[in-house]
């Protein structure tokens, strides 16, 4: 009766560690006092899993901030600038690497492959030296040993590590980091040796790059790899951990011919085609570990279907070689449903978060086993039948709208340069147009505005005249820094997606769904449920307000359907291009309303766009094209001279510039105070494809804005930033 779980969310089921290491941070709090909310953390995970019934219990997925800012101090790959003289690393070292400090700034971030969860990049080059620095693996192994639970050690692997490490500065073009495997494996051979002598009879490698394009070279580093480790790894249990999507066959082939190797973890959720590979050979003798519970979302899993699919696994890998395990680390999704009051019971009866999937996974495995827990399978198909047909699900009419939408392109009517004219004769704007991205600073006084508004302690009237007070003072504020095209401001928002979420229909919204973002920070997505639509406009009471109290342009802001889709929690039970469809249908009323409403500048936010990329370049261009799609939609039906902009938060999209340009949006603001200019050799780029972006460079309609939302800043910091930012472009436009 085999049950595996790959990874436990760290934050706790009220935040709890985020809230110690921010006092901790702020000098509130010691470091034993954050040492003892992470152990007391870690116990009752352990403790939790182990009532449930779990074989096989994860432990060091735990981390203070990051897992592979973890293996980083492990292998003592600590940058120089960091002054670390050696020895174990402590917080200190280890804080500074992930945070800055007074004198030296932060690592890298960056996004976990397609997830919402950020990591610290290594930075390696030629001179990194590796030493045994973080012993956390062996001591939290120990710590549960403690408590008398026998964990599974789970350690970042070696290759993925390597290939998700950049070269330090100054060898960024020369250097690659996985010429440093044979460096590494020395200080994995230390740790595994201890762990081994502390009574670990199974350890964990989680390779997830393996789901990526990877080439020969790279996938000859895991035969490398793993031939180095096999004899330090004899007499221990090993499995490859993968996840997040299906594993590529020629990866697939590696990674089952590895030496030394006992079983092999496979996302079976994301991954489908893998069912396939392994149903087309699996090596004898060996586990594998089933990832058939969904660790990226919040739903209940259909326990039927999972079964069947294990007693088809069983007949290819035999009963005792059969694990059933999650997808991939429950860090991705929302830590314990229990604490959720504001869900009704009929929604909550379909979801489960990760102590539930705990109990998912146990329950699969009884079965399995030929326990089955008979009422707690019919309570769960009860659960998946009344989903399908709750009326809350599905609504004729959507479904219809939606379908109708799909062959068919939607796009305006006329070419971008003649649109660009017709707006410029109804807006008359002076070259270099200064403009912002829409929030401006969200004081204390504001959120509790809101706060008390949704609480309900404020009237409906004291709300609207605090809030309308909030957006006169923007506009004159703008109008006095002689911008040419303002903002509201977004006063009653406190999320691009919640606020919108809030008012489709097709949305529901937790209390504690929090999921770790990076570091202490956690995001709390929506959930969408059902069918999506638009009961009544959403923003255009505001938008109107603050139009009526300026001659200037009053930009609309909306939030695009591939950002509110791709920061949601989304349904599994359609795919997820039919569900941003049924949003972008819902904003594309928005829009129109807006324009009714005499609105002649709408922005439509789409800041995550990049980030719904899927992890392989095979399966790119389907979702460009839906995605790109989906926000055409939004607009094809406003007039010429309305004029849509469209916000992204990054610069590095040359790989999807022609998907951008494919938008067909007006104008389009992006970030590019970070980024040396290279933006502007990307858009000459776009030139060439003969796209509507043209204009963008040749004439007269590069925009002058800041590179995003104002929302958590300062007065104090943005108003001389956007003096300054409208001088700019006075004085260009006399030098022009
Ligand atoms: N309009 C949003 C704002 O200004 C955009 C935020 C974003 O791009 N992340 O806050
Ligand atoms: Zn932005």
């Known amino acids: 009766m085999a049950s595996h779980i790959v990874g436990y969310p760290r934050m706790g089921p009220k935040r709890e560690l985020k809230f110690a290491l921010e006092s901790f941070w702020d000098g509130k709090s010691s470091a034993e006092d954050l040492q003892k909310v992470a152990a007391d953390l870690r116990s009752s995970i352990w403790k939790q899993m182990s009532s449930a019934g779990i074989k096989y219990i994860p432990s060091n997925t735990f981390a203070n901030y990051d897992q592979v ?92 590590y390597l290939l998700l490490s950049k070269p330090a500065k100054g060898v960024e073009k020369s250097f690659s980091p996985l010429s440093l ?41 895991f035969t490398q790899a793993y031939t180095e480790l096999e004899s330090t790894l004899s007499g221990l249990n090993v499995i490859i951990e993968t996840y997040f999507a299906d594993v590529p066959a020629e990866a697939f082939k590696t990674l089952t011919a590895l030496k030394g190797v006992t079983g092999f973890g496979f996302d079976l959720v994301r991954g489908s085609k893998t069912l396939d590979l392994i149903k087309g050979g699996f090596p004898s003798g060996k586990y594998l570990f089933a990832g058939l519970v969904d660790g990226r979302n919040i739903w209940a899993n259909d326990l039927a279907a ?35 009051t504001k869900l009704d019971d009929e929604i909550k009866s379909w979801m489960a978060f990760a102590a539930q999937k705990v109990v998912e996974v ?37 479904q219809k709208a939606a379908a109708a939408l799909k062959g068919s392109d939607h796009r305006r009517a006329t070419n971008v340069s003649a649109r660009l004219d017709a707006q410029q004769k109804k807006l008359n704007l002076p070259i270099l147009p200064t403009t912002t991205i829409g929030s401006f600073p969200q004081t204390m006084d504001l959120r509790r505005v809101r706060r008390e508004y949704k609480a309900k302690k404020i009237s409906e009237e004291a709300y609207v005249s605090a809030i309308k007070e909030e957006i006169n003072k923007v506009v004159k504020l703008q109008e006095e820094l002689d911008i040419d095209v303002l903002v509201h401001g977004e006063p009653e928002r406190n999320d691009m997606v919640e606020y919108f979420g809030e008012q489709l229909s097709g949305f529901a919204f937790s209390a504690n769904g929090w999921v770790q973002s990076y570091g202490s920070r956690c995001v709390k997505p929506p959930i969408i449920y059902g069918d999506v639509s638009r009961p009544k406009a959403m923003t255009v009471f505001w938008s109107s307000m603050a139009q009526s109290m300026t001659a200037r342009p009053m930009k609309g ?20 291009f039919e569900t941003c469809y049924q949003i972008a249908l819902a904003i594309k009323d928005e829009v129109e309303d807006l324009e009714k409403a005499g609105i002649n500048v709408i922005q439509i936010d789409e800041a995550a766009l990049r980030e719904g990329l899927p992890l392989r370049k095979s399966e790119e261009a389907f979702y460009l094209d839906w995605a790109v799609h989906s926000f055409r939609i939004t607009n094809c039906g406003v007039q010429d001279t309305t004029q849509i902009h469209t916000h992204m938060c990054y610069s590095n999209f040359n790989d999807i510039i022609h998907s951008i340009i494919d938008m067909d949006a007006d104008v389009i603001t992006i970030e590019n105070s970070r980024s040396d200019e290279k933006l502007l050799s990307v858009f000459r780029e776009g030139v060439k494809y003969g796209a509507g972006i043209g204009p963008v460079l040749e004439t007269n309609i590069l925009w002058v804005n800041p590179d995003c939302g104002l929302k958590t800043r300062k007065y104090a910091e943005v108003k001389p930033a956007l003096t300054a930012m409208v001088s700019a472009a006075k004085l260009l436009r006399k030098e022009l």
């Open 69 to 160: 800012l973890d293996t980083t101090a492990m292998l003592g790959a600590v940058p120089s600038r960091y002054n670390w003289s050696g020895g174990e690393i402590g917080f200190d070292t280890y804080f500074s690497m992930a945070r800055g400090n007074a004198t030296v700034p932060a690592m890298e971030m960056t996004k976990w492959f397609d997830t919402n969860y950020h990591f610290i990049v290594p930075e390696l080059g030629p001179d990194t030296k590796f030493s045994y620095a973080s012993h956390k693996a062996v001591n939290e192994y120990k710590e549960a040993k403690a408590l008398g639970i026998d964990t599974f050690p789970v350690l970042v692997g070696p290759v993925t």
């Open 181 to 221: 495997l044979g460096k590494i494996l020395p200080v994995y051979k230390e740790v595994i040796s201890e762990l081994k002598a502390a009574g670990a009879s199974w350890i964990q490698f989680d390779e997830p790059t393996l789901v990526k394009d990877l080439d020969a070279h790279q996938l000859q580093a």
């Open 306 to 340: 999972s079964l069947s699919t294990l007693q088809a696994l069983e007949g290819i890998v035999g009963k005792d070689k059969l694990v059933v395990s999650t997808s991939c680390s429950l860090l991705h999704t929302a830590v314990d449903l229990i604490n959720e």
């Open 362 to 398: 146990n329950a699969l495995a009884k079965a399995l086993a030929g326990q089955k827990d008979e009422a707690f399978f019919s309570a769960n198909a009860a659960a998946q039948a009344s989903r399908k047909s709750s009326p809350r699900v599905t609504n004729e009419a959507v």
């Open 557 to 576: 802001m909306l939030t695009g359907p591939v950002t509110i889709l791709n920061w949601s929690f989304v349904r599994n039970d359609q795919p997820r």
